[in-house]
């Protein structure tokens, strides 16, 4: 079993020690509360704080502000947040490992292209003129259809399915049950009979994109929804047809986008929001959870609520509504002065 | 390389070639903003009609009433959208195609009956005692459970379940992940352990029903959980157990409906939208984007907001909040004037 | 056939046979609304009573309190719900069975330990050093990543995906296309590329777990997501890295929960609701449809609303906007007053 001492811990974190107990090792890492003498913690959030002195931690990580009081043994660091990542990683479990080379029961089309140091995992589906890059990993159960592309260093987990002629950029990681590629959700409305347009567009990943599981990004009606290079997308996430997102946005899980609209780059949507279609929202625009767009927005803005708008005109709504009570005091004030003036 | 000349397009879509720049050929369709020379784009929404004049587009097709200003090539007709997609659809590349017969990697039970033309793909499985109709096409990674029938010239694509003794009826199309018939959400509430409610019934999918990926239609408790003819449904829309959706709704994106409930013909229901159980949804009516529906809906009504209420009721309440500035001014008028009174 | 007289029913049930058309056998069950005399009904919720007399059904099951009128065979009965379960019962159609044994298309790792009486589906996927515990079973397509462990009398429904190391407890029920152990959702936001932190905890399922189809629940980024022994969790719920819920409780469809937040036993979440992260949600809270929580909820709360606020501020916020129109009115009627006083 791994093991670290305390002044091990010290110098991988480049932190002081400190504390009446500092001879002590630890073999795996814990919350404050779960902790016990073998495990080291760390205060990460102020919220935590009054947890610290109560927790059995056998080390906790602190940040240069905080009073010991104790006797417990405290590793002083600029972030501990970041220190107890390096200590996670140390611990960690060796990550799996995937061999290159394409397991007797996937079944790969004689056309298709398969990189050196690919991998493909059972019963995976590789269909008619599919390429997969180097050293990508194409896990158990997935499906790629005929002329999709995937590009180099990929992680496309267990019963995700890529529907044909997408194109997946490089070190792109995509999670279990994800649909790439679906068709869009376009019909022309009829008595009798919605007619079903023809979806013929593609989905484009561009680079180091991250998709969560149980996402639904759907191709284009013509030209491409396109997710721009750095942007991660978390689970139960909806793309429509023909959206396009820019880079390094982070769209968090059961958001959704409707058709047409377009995100410039570092947009941020928090969880359970939604944007209609059509519609442009700038660039670094923070979209708070929840909150339902209905207008462009521009770029930079923090929106709140539904239909959303700016953080300050959204505050003033809110105490509009907490000002009624206080009128009605008012104008009961009001009446009795009244009567009696009368 | 396909290619139109703007003449042969003209013909195509039945328009008037105008403009001073005629002769021009396009080899692609693209948006206003994307297009280039060798493509052609549509104004099909007037608030991107700024954009024509700036478009690189080759040939832009416009409305009626749409006055051309430039050099470019325009051809004008009744309905530049529609007008589009017969272009789209020239330039689309072909469909994939899925040959007749079972994929020699799908595992098919030998009391299951596969009809004349349906195709079954690579790691398909499709049980004991299922049906397939006619031209049906059962994508990769599909499975099929006991008893349950597929009607003619479906197409289900990858990764798709279909539980136990489900009925998907003829020409529909089921997207990737979907999960049709799983067991609906019924339990008796128990301290020390909730009792799990048996699901017996099933899903029936009409005809000519489409559903999106990541979809999840639950078997009804008894009896069946119903949707009707020609019926749309999005991405990520629950259908809860013993639900009966009329004939030609539209159910979009991120949309859930609870157990029991009861939705007539030609209902829309918007993105994210929700209703709760045991209710009854009239013909033709129409829930907006997040609206949530707690009572009874008669036919035909627009609802918006949460709880949902007529359209009316929805700009009155909003409006409401609204005065509370405007009474407040009036307030502190008559104060002023009170005071100058006594 | 399966056929039940009049009396065996009454037998069944330990109710009491009234009304003058007692001479009737069934064949199945159905709502009052679809019945026809062959099959039985109930009368489960007090809405539904109009439709009692006129149903068409053989024989309907009543609670204590309901006056008969009319002919038809009753059966009265002290639960008619729980009646009714036991007569759906008795008509059910057998339920699927799932040989033991490995499906010869299975893909099992050679160090896999597969438990007697277990069932691994075709198709299905069975990483290095799984354990599958007795008669669990694995239906098609259902992929096992590395190191994770399914308990005893488990039931993972087609194309479920469980990743590496997680650990699933005895009798739960997974639906299909549900993602366990994915990445949590964790990034270093820096501009130019956002930095990925390695999630290396795990999932783990305590006992009679249930969970519905296309969930996600993500591994920890360190130690571990848990879900309670007995807890149930409907279809396209997100729950986040680390989050940690109770024994027994009911999480409804279309809900989201945020990292490392808490529940605690027998919380309530009703459809569409959401809980923002690293918050504590105490024993017997219910949150009810589409609320948002933003603050820590102490126990036994019944909360409403986003951002979600106990019953009685919940409708006291509503009163105060329907208050609105009323103060208006008064107002007017003060200015009157005053113009005529001066």
Do not use: W
Not at 139 to 155: H, M, P, Q, R, T
Not at 196 to 205: A, D, S
Not at 278 to 286: A, C, F, N, P
């Amino acid at each position: 079993m791994k093991q670290l001492s305390s002044s091990e811990v010290a110098q991988l974190v480049k932190g002081e020690l400190l504390g009446s107990s500092q001879n002590v090792s630890i073999v795996a890492v814990a919350s404050l509360e779960d902790a016990d003498g073998t495990q080291l913690s760390f205060l990460g959030n102020d919220k935590y704080a009054p947890q610290v002195k109560e927790s059995k931690a056998g080390i906790v990580l602190i940040p240069s502000d905080y009073t010991i009081e104790d006797d417990k043994c405290y590793i002083k660091c600029d972030n501990p947040s970041a220190a107890f990542s390096l200590i996670i990683d140390h611990f960690a479990p060796e990550p799996v490992t995937f061999e290159p080379g394409v397991h007797p029961s996937a079944v790969v089309h004689p056309s298709a292209t398969i990189a050196d140091g690919a991998h493909i995992g059972p019963n995976a589906v590789i269909s008619k003129d599919v390429k997969v890059g180097k050293n990508s990993v194409i896990c158990a159960g997935v499906v790629i259809s005929e002329k999709a592309e995937v590009g180099e260093d990929c992680l496309l987990h267990p019963n995700v399915t890529i529907r044909e002629r997408c194109l997946i950029g490089n070190r792109c990681i995509i999670h279990s049950s994800t649909a790439i590629g679906s068709d869009g959700f376009g019909f022309i409305p009829r008595k009798g009979g919605h007619k079903k347009i023809p979806q013929v567009g593609i989905v484009v990943l561009e680079d180091d994109v991250e998709v969560g599981s149980c996402v639904t990004i759907d191709r284009a009606r013509f030209g491409k929804t396109k997710i721009g290079t750095g942007t991660k997308i978390d689970n139960l996430v909806q793309i429509a047809h023909n959206v396009e997102i820019g880079a390094h946005c982070f769209i968090v899980s059961q958001s959704g986008i409707a058709g047409s609209t377009t995100l410039g780059n570092y947009v941020i949507m928090a969880a359970q929001a939604g944007i209609a279609g059509h519609l442009q929202v700038g660039d670094g625009v923070t979209m708070m959870g929840r909150a339902g767009v209905t207008k462009d927005i521009s770029p930079g803005q923090t929106i709140f609520g539904f239909p959303a708008v700016p953080k300050k005109q959204y505050i003033k709504q809110n105490l509009r509504i907490k000002k009624i009570e206080r009128l009605e005091k008012e104008l009961a004030e009001i009446k009795k002065q009244l009567s009696e003036l009368s």
